[in-house]
């Protein structure tokens, strides 16, 4: 079946290039999936989770395999102007997702459109082997690149009783968008990022051409595609690593007045975490000192109507904002005395305010989804679908202290109006030969910061982005050693400090896997190189 193209109500005919763009797609491209010219299709694939910038793709394309994606990508490489993005489920922030009068790439409509075709499709193929950079047998599944997390997480855990070892919080990310810039969370400390249990992926490089690449086997565009913000190809499958899924987990929040004692503990629990003697699960997030609704005590009681925060258990020596630890312990039905043991045994080892203890057993599955509840509320109060201006960092550990004296306790005093994470990770979890970018110091551990604003329509945008700069400025002024992680540059110039002695390998591989630089053009790391 031939792509059925459904044109736009007018072409602006003014604009050549574009009606050219137009021509060469219409006469020229022919796939099993779908093209979609509607407005309508294209305004929304213009748009991302950031809420901050538009660019209006020409089309969308709702590819049905690798195949289709491939002639996209051809298609475009035959033209003078053509760029393509891969768009997952829009979570992007800074437009990385889009194409300025080019061609998005639906990618969960192909994880969709696999599963219509399958009469089987609740069944996933798991494989197990033996060997490798992994150790010993080890199981692991193959998963579409736009597939949803959380669809991976529901069918590994019901058909298996298996999951991936490594998550993001929110898991209605697909597994390229993810794969592609690093995938973080609690327990990256103990298994790495999730571009460090990946084996194997299928991509379309920027020549069109479909490539299996593993840490033996092409491995150049293995490591390059990790972490590289879909510059050097597009993620159409990967082998994902496996490992038994818990059946419930001990949920645990405690507090703490001292930005010390909070990092300390941190850093000793993601420490002896590496032998297996800890928590599952360690992050950590700053809070203000006060009763703000969103920002403050409120924000830290878990899912119990009988937890509450009382403030009164907070040493006199308080200042304007606090810190929470948030770990989590698996464990399966009939453990539940050993669990209270091992709790107690870690928490006693902890500087934490007595008193401000907030704990709840929950499933694995409801606590890997924890995020997507709060999503349901966000959608129903309207924040979720209001601008989003982030700011995520990687900071250094020597750098974190005078990061929160000048940081934390100054310009981000009040708040954000959402989350602002702040946890220990791992350096020798991370592969070097990845594209993801780390603060460039030998400190073994380095922090991420990741400021969640939730932020209405208006002039507090602005207010929020000019707060980012302010903070970024300030890294820069003090000479922290640190990198943004989800980057966002405007020039070549600052790309290229972002990734230093990694930027020469960055620019061959782009050369050697998209020369004439069609992918991923919202990032604007790379100019549109013609053949003409």
Same mark, same amino acid.
């Given at each position: 079946?031939?792509?059925?193209?459904?044109?736009?109500?007018?072409?602006?005919?003014?604009?050549?290039? &574009?009606?050219?763009? %137009?021509?060469?797609?219409?006469?020229?491209?022919?796939? @099993?999936?779908?093209?979609?010219?509607?407005?309508?299709?294209t305004t929304s694939a213009?748009?991302?989770?950031?809420?901050?910038?538009?660019?209006?793709?020409?089309?969308?394309?709702?590819?049905?395999?690798?195949?289709?994606?491939?002639? *996209? *990508?051809?298609?475009?490489?035959?033209?003078?102007?053509?760029?393509?993005?891969?768009?997952?489920?829009? +979570?992007? %922030?800074?437009?990385?997702?889009?194409?300025?009068?080019?061609?998005?790439?639906?990618?969960?409509? =192909?994880?969709?459109?696999?599963?219509?075709?399958?009469?089987?499709?609740?069944?996933?193929?798991?494989?197990?082997?033996?060997?490798?950079?992994?150790?010993?047998?080890?199981?692991?599944?193959?998963?579409?690149?736009?597939?949803?997390?959380?669809?991976?997480?529901?069918?590994?855990?019901?058909?298996?009783?298996?999951?991936?070892?490594?998550?993001?919080?929110?898991?209605?990310?697909?597994?390229?968008?993810?794969?592609?810039?690093?995938?973080?969370?609690?327990?990256?400390?103990?298994?790495?990022?999730?571009?460090?249990?990946?084996?194997?992926?299928?991509?379309?490089?920027?020549?069109? &051409?479909? *490539?299996?690449?593993? +840490?033996? @086997?092409?491995?150049?565009?293995?490591?390059?595609?990790?972490?590289?913000?879909?510059?050097?190809?597009?993620?159409?499958?990967?082998?994902?690593?496996?490992?038994?899924?818990? @059946?419930?987990?001990?949920?645990?929040?405690?507090?703490?007045?001292?930005?010390?004692?909070?990092?300390?503990?941190?850093?000793?629990? *993601?420490?002896?975490?590496?032998?297996?003697?800890?928590?599952?699960?360690?992050?950590? $997030?700053?809070?203000?000192?006060?009763?703000?609704?969103?920002?403050?005590?409120?924000? %830290?009681?878990?899912?119990?109507?009988?937890?509450?925060?009382? #403030?009164?258990?907070?040493?006199?020596?308080?200042?304007?904002?606090?810190?929470?630890?948030?770990?989590?312990?698996?464990?399966?039905?009939?453990?539940?005395?050993?669990?209270? =043991?091992?709790?107690?045994?870690?928490?006693?080892?902890?500087?934490?305010?007595?008193?401000?203890?907030? &704990?709840?057993? /929950?499933?694995? =599955?409801?606590?890997?989804?924890?995020?997507?509840?709060?999503?349901? @509320?966000?959608?129903?109060?309207?924040?979720?679908?209001?601008?989003?201006?982030?700011?995520? =960092? $990687?900071?250094?550990?020597?750098?974190?202290?005078?990061?929160?004296?000048?940081?934390?306790?100054?310009?981000?005093? +009040?708040?954000?109006?959402? #989350?602002?994470?702040?946890? #220990? /990770? %791992?350096?020798?979890?991370?592969?070097?030969?990845?594209?993801?970018?780390?603060?460039?110091?030998?400190?073994?551990?380095?922090?991420?910061?990741?400021?969640?604003?939730?932020?209405?329509?208006?002039?507090?945008?602005?207010?929020?982005?000019?707060?980012?700069?302010?903070?970024?400025?300030?890294?820069?002024?003090?000479?922290?050693?640190?990198?943004?992680?989800?980057?966002?540059?405007?020039?070549?110039?600052?790309?290229?400090?972002?990734?230093?002695?990694?930027?020469?390998?960055?620019? &061959?591989r782009k050369d050697k896997?998209? #020369?004439?630089?069609?992918?991923?053009?919202?990032?604007k790391i790379f100019t549109?190189?013609?053949?003409?």
């Amino acid at each position: 079946m031939i792509a059925y193209l459904e044109r736009f109500d007018s072409i602006p005919s003014s604009e050549n290039q &574009e009606y050219d763009d %137009i021509t060469t797609l219409s006469d020229g491209l022919e796939i @099993q999936g779908s093209i979609d010219y509607r407005s309508t299709t294209t305004t929304s694939a213009g748009k991302d989770f950031g809420g901050m910038q538009f660019s209006q793709p020409l089309a969308v394309i709702k590819p049905a395999s690798s195949d289709d994606i491939v002639s *996209v *990508v051809k298609l475009a490489s035959r033209s003078q102007h053509l760029r393509v993005a891969a768009r997952g489920n829009g +979570h992007s %922030i800074n437009g990385q997702a889009m194409a300025h009068r080019g061609l998005v790439i639906d990618m969960n409509a =192909m994880d969709k459109n696999n599963n219509n075709n399958n009469a089987n499709n609740n069944k996933i193929q798991v494989y197990y082997f033996a060997g490798g950079d992994f150790g010993g047998a080890a199981a692991c599944v193959d998963v579409c690149g736009g597939a949803l997390w959380g669809d991976v997480l529901r069918k590994c855990v019901k058909g298996y009783g298996l999951a991936p070892r490594s998550w993001t919080d929110y898991l209605d990310l697909t597994v390229g968008g993810t794969l592609s810039n690093a995938g973080v969370s609690g327990q990256a400390f103990r298994y790495g990022p999730q571009t460090e249990n990946v084996v194997e992926m299928e991509i379309v490089t920027g020549k069109g &051409e479909v *490539v299996v690449c593993s +840490h033996s @086997q092409n491995c150049d565009l293995f490591f390059g595609v990790l972490g590289g913000l879909g510059q050097f190809g597009i993620i159409t499958r990967a082998r994902v690593l496996l490992q038994p899924a818990p @059946q419930m987990v001990r949920w645990i929040r405690v507090v703490y007045s001292e930005f010390s004692d909070f990092t300390q503990d941190a850093e000793f629990l *993601v420490s002896i975490g590496e032998g297996g003697d800890s928590f599952d699960y360690v992050e950590g $997030f700053m809070f203000v000192n006060s009763d703000d609704p969103v920002n403050g005590w409120a924000s %830290i009681p878990l899912d119990d109507p009988e937890q509450e925060f009382d #403030p009164c258990f907070l040493p006199s020596s308080s200042g304007p904002v606090l810190y929470c630890l948030e770990v989590a312990l698996h464990y399966n039905h009939g453990q539940s005395s050993t669990v209270d =043991m091992v709790v107690e045994r870690l928490l006693r080892e902890l500087n934490f305010c007595e008193g401000l203890r907030f &704990e709840v057993d /929950l499933s694995y =599955m409801d606590f890997l989804m924890r995020v997507n509840r709060a999503e349901h @509320q966000a959608r129903k109060s309207g924040i979720w679908d209001a601008p989003h201006p982030w700011l995520n =960092m $990687f900071i250094s550990k020597s750098n974190i202290a005078e990061f929160d004296r000048l940081v934390f306790k100054k310009i981000l005093k +009040h708040g954000v109006g959402g #989350p602002i994470l702040v946890y #220990p /990770l %791992i350096r020798n979890k991370w592969d070097n030969r990845t594209s993801v970018v780390l603060p460039e110091g030998d400190d073994d551990i380095f922090y991420l910061v990741a400021l969640l604003r939730f932020s209405p329509k208006g002039t507090q945008v602005e207010e929020s982005i000019a707060q980012n700069r302010e903070i970024v400025k300030c890294c820069i002024r003090n000479g922290f050693d640190f990198k943004l992680y989800l980057p966002h540059y405007e020039s070549k110039e600052e790309w290229k400090r972002h990734f230093g002695d990694k930027w020469t390998t960055f620019v &061959e591989r782009k050369d050697k896997f998209d #020369p004439l630089a069609i992918l991923a053009p919202g990032q604007k790391i790379f100019t549109r190189n013609s053949r003409f």
